[in-house]
Every structure is written in C-alpha cells, then in structure tokens.
C-alpha cells in the first residue's frame, strides 16, 4: 500500500472551484463573476498598455539577464513602492523607520509576514474581520498561529460597515494580537470604513497595544486615486504605530500570475532595520530563496519614469471607471426590474467586488440556470458584468430574488 493512502481529500478552493465550472460550461450566455481579475468591457484580460511598453523596452534590453536577485528581491521596486504606498514625502520615509521587501505578491507578503511576528516576534494570536478575503486564515494557520480570531465588520441589515462590533471586538482582543486590515476595497464587501472610523480604530489599537498589518491589493481601485486608496495606512503611519503592510501590485498592474507584491515596514527605532531585515532575509532563503525578477522590473521602471507614472495612472482610472459605470447599470437595471430588496449598496460599495446580499441558494440557483457563476457569499466580480451581459445579468438576479 502507498504511504500516500492516508491522505485525506482536502477541501476545495471555492473561487478556483467556481472557475473551473465556469470553464466548463458550455453555455453560450455562461458568466464568470466569481474570480478577483479585472476584464474589458469585451470580457477578456487586460495587459495594461504601459506594462506592454514596458515588456517590449525590456526584451530589447540587451544588458539585462536572469541572474538571480537578492534574496530580499528588488531594492529599487521595493522602495519605490513604498513611497507609493506611504507617500514619498511621509516623515517616517524621511526619518529612516521604513524597510521593505519584495515578496511572491501580496500572498506571499502576508505569508512572510505571519512567519515574521509568529517565529521572530513569538505573536500567536490574529484577528480578521468577518468576512474577509478566504486566504487570511490559511496563511496564518499555516505560519503557526494557534488563536486565529475574527472581528465583526459587516453589518447584514444595513449593508454597511458594524463599526461599534468591530471596535467592541478588538477592545477584547489580548495584547500583541496581530489585526489584519485591508487597506482600502474591502474584500468581499466593498464596504471601507470612514477617516472617522479608522480614527475610532486606530485610538483602540493603540489602546489595547495591538499590531496593525495592512492588506492592500487594491490600491488605485478603490477611488481611482492612489493617495486617497492609501488613506489609512498613512494616517496609522502618522500615529506613530510600528506596523506592516503588504503591497500586491496583480490588480492595479495587472500582473497576477508574475507575483509581484512588497512587505513594507514601519518600526520607531531605525536601528532595528538591520536586524529585522536580516530575521526577513532567513525566513525567505529558507522558503523560496529569492523572488523572480521580470514584475519587480515593470512596476520599478513605471513608478520611477513620471511619464510611464502618468501612463498608468491612466490604466487605473480606465478599470475602476469601468467598474463604477457596471455599478450604476446593475443598479439601475435592478431598480428598474422592481427587484424585492433595495440595490443602492452596488453603487456605495467600492473597488472590484460587490456584496450583493444574494444568499448561497439564490447564487447556486444563478449557476444552475443561468450559468452565471459567484461565490457562496454572494460576492461579485464587478468586472465580470459588461455592457453586453449586463442585461442577462440583472433579469437573471431578479429572478433569483423573486
Ligand atoms: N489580499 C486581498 C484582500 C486580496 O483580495 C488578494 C487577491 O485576491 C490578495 C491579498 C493577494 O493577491 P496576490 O497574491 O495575487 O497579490
């Protein structure tokens, strides 16, 4: 018998799951608004025409070659993200307190993260919010925490943001516990939190002397612009809290399977860097040994050339422009439809998913006879919607709904 006969089936992955049927479909009208990837108005994938650009400039540039690279990765992507993150002129960048390193995209920045405060910093409790992006939990597990906790955030009811369970639950949570937060485009409810209640958040973490650790995937796709996205993170930067924040750049470059993300720091005492770079640089030799290459050179070369900059800021505004114009037709479709329920929380909601309040019947009901597919939860790829199925799309949730 094989030592392999114990091994138990393990559960599948709902969004790849969700694909996969998609893919299988056969369905002429069949829709995919399940996974995380922006698609035109054409329903296709989008290489960003700056990142084109670019990848041609790169394969004519014969003086570059696949060395490997630091085991930190890139220094040139990494600080330059930073800066787009934290802002290039943020007093903790001037005052030294920020390191930061490429990682296998925003996945692997987190990962790099837990094994960090787990291992290095011995932290072995986390809270997440409820609900929150599926991986969260399986990264955490995984770099051994034993107490992995959620904090409320949606509010069912009002479709809306519970900030008083949130802030009641984190007034609970023990010293050191690690708080995710995503950054900006909440996922999956669209639904980010107000200056003021980051403010309220921000005064409880400090209270309880809690450890922030920002998710951001989407900067530049919540509101189209990379200053307000970054909003929170810099406001907790200001308080002068030590933090993290993992940066992935698959969404707003477009570059999901190149794996292109950072882990950015933020520590009071600017001697520590060294130290805490070289805990970083072990836990990443003895997991990959050191990032690829090809995205780092993108994402570098278009933040630091202010045409290219400007070029992608362009790109960013294309896709979540996009996003809000299928917002606003779905609802109108919707309200127009006269479907039970009201539908204004698809245009309050921001960023490329939408919280529908579709329950888990009425989103299996739309797989099977409609062949539009999404998850569970009732969570929507907006990008999936394009002007030539929105229509399908609405008749066909109102008639779930119905
Ligand atoms: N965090 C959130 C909230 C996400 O939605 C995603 C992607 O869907 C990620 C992180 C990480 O994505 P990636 O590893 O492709 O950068």
Known sequence: ?????????????????????????????????????????????????????????????????????????????????????????????????????????????????????????????????????????????????????????????SRGLDINGMIEDLSKAPENSVIILHACAHNPTGVDPTQDQWKRIADVVEERKLFPLFDSAYQGFASGDLDSDAWAVRYFASRGFEMMSSQSFSKNFGLYNERIGNLVVVVKDPSCITATRSQLTLLVRGSYSNPPCHGARIVSRVLSDPVLFEEWKGCIKTMSGRIIEMRKGLRERLEKLGTPGTWDHITAQIGMFSFTGLSAKQSKYLGEKYHIFLLSSGRINMCGITTGNIDYVAEAINDAVC
Not at 6 to 13: F, K, M, N, R, T
Not at 57 to 75: C, K, Q, R, V
Request: aromatic share 12%.
């Open 1 to 157: 018998t094989s030592r392999f006969a114990e091994v138990q089936q393990g559960a599948p992955i709902e969004v790849f799951a969700v694909s996969k049927a998609f893919s299988d479909s056969t369905h002429q009208k069949k829709v995919n608004l399940s996974v995380g990837a922006y698609r035109t108005d054409e329903g296709k994938p989008w290489v960003l025409p700056v990142v084109r650009k670019v990848e041609v400039e790169l394969a004519a540039d014969t003086s570059l070659n696949h060395e490997y690279l630091p085991i930190l990765g890139f220094d040139a992507f990494s600080t330059a993200a930073a800066k787009m993150l934290l802002g290039a002129s943020h007093p903790v960048i001037a005052e030294g307190k920020v390191t930061a390193v490429q990682t296998l995209s925003g996945t692997g920045g987190l990962r790099i993260a837990a094994d960090f405060l787990g291992h290095v910093l011995k932290y072995n409790t986390v809270y997440y919010s409820t609900p929150t992006w599926g991986n969260h939990r399986l990264i955490f597990l995984q770099a051994g925490f034993s107490e992995i906790c959620q904090y409320r955030y949606w509010d069912a009811e």
